[in-house]
């Protein structure tokens, strides 16, 4: 029988700092952010007398999320709809962990730990782990095209221009901090503004309270914040080259164990994208029951056309390179790498 079990709740920022010390020789970029901790919900875990196959393993899966405790993308849909089970049960794979976290580097924290074996997350804190040396290998491209809404606390900045001598926040190592720092340098303010680490569930708070002049926003928040008032001032949508991808990455030893995973999981992906293509109610139906977002909010964040049907299409891969080459440019990333070292292919099985 496959299983889920979760991750849930947040520790302290004192106790992450305490928690992460131990990694400043490896991740300085990450020690940025807050860090979530570990609980299982033992009424989700399989029985222990469940009769499974001895060559049989359990998938830890690491996610983002605002607070629940399912992924709500193409692998939270494939896992609803029972596509994942029995293409993961081929490759050896008898149960999943899910574990979900606040942000990026965070789940980078954990793949070095080797607390999870895939994580499905932005682009930009991949890039980052694996420019550390953080052993994973890319096996499919989850969504592409992700927009970021820079959005202004009310009677704020109307422009990106007024943002000079001010505050900004968002999630350091982030897609959504790839764009923020994009776009001040490509408006030549980049100098001019402060930049602040803050997590998408404390942006509203921030902003109303004055502490922020605005906030790069991601999937959810975005829209969400928008409907609650809050001015849009730019968008990455208007800047094709900053928009993110969100993707998915294995570690080089479950890979090691399970080497035709990626083929199995694709498969499932492929089946699941297709799927919510084909019944676009009762996907966002699920999406925001599950994450709680009015399904207005998750219509404008999740359009359909961002999740690919193949694990690596063009436009997404460009997206990628743009991306690595930026975040090397700018000192973010410590060392540079191909992607295609990187991408896991059906021929390097």
């Not at 490759?91 to 899910?98: N, P, T, Y």
């Not at 503004?193 to 975005?222: K, N, S, Y």
């Not at 049907?309 to 191909?338: H, M, R, Y």
Request: glycine share 8%; hydrophobic share 40%; charged share 20%.
């Amino acid at each position: 029988m496959l299983s889920f079990a979760f991750r849930a709740g947040f520790v302290s920022h004192k106790q992450f700092l305490l928690k992460l010390s131990t990694l400043v020789a490896f991740v300085p970029l990450l020690l940025t952010t807050a860090c979530s901790s570990s609980s299982t919900l033992s009424n989700e875990v399989s029985s222990p007398k469940a009769s499974v196959p001895s060559n049989t393993a359990t998938l830890r899966l690491g996610f983002i999320s605002t607070g629940y405790q399912v992924p709500v993308g193409s692998a939270g849909w494939a896992i609803h709809q029972g596509i994942l089970k029995p293409e993961l049960q081929k490759a050896g794979i008898s149960d999943v962990r899910l574990e979900n976290f606040p942000n990026g580097p965070d789940l980078n924290e954990a793949l070095i730990a080797g607390e999870v074996d895939i994580g499905v997350y932005g682009d930009t804190p991949a890039i980052l782990a694996r420019a550390q040396g953080i052993k994973t290998r890319l096996i499919n491209q989850d969504q592409v095209g992700m927009n970021v809404w820079l959005l202004a606390k009310k009677n704020g900045p109307h422009s990106v221009a007024e943002l000079k001598g001010q505050k900004v926040a968002t999630s350091k190592g982030s897609y959504m901090y790839r764009y923020l720092i994009g776009l001040l340098q490509e408006s030549g303010i980049a100098n001019q503004v402060t930049v602040v680490h803050l997590l998408p569930r404390d942006a509203q708070v921030a902003l109303e309270r004055g502490e922020i002049a605005a906030f790069a926003a991601p999937i959810g928040t975005g829209p969400l914040l928008l409907a609650k008032g809050f001015p849009v001032i730019d968008e990455a949508d208007t800047h094709p080259n900053l928009s993110g991808t969100s993707v998915t990455v294995i570690t080089e030893a479950f890979l090691a164990k399970h080497p035709d995973f990626p083929q199995k999981w694709n498969a499932a992906i492929t089946k699941a994208v297709k799927d919510l293509k084909a019944n676009p109610q009762a996907y966002y139906k699920f999406h925001a029951e599950v994450s709680r977002y009015p399904i207005d909010v998750v219509r404008a964040s999740y359009p359909l056309d961002q999740f690919p049907e193949e694990p690596f299409p063009t436009k997404g891969l460009e997206l990628l390179e743009g991306t690595k080459k930026f975040l090397i440019s700018q000192g973010l990333a410590k060392s540079d790498f191909k992607l295609t070292d990187w991408r896991f292919t059906e021929q390097q099985r």
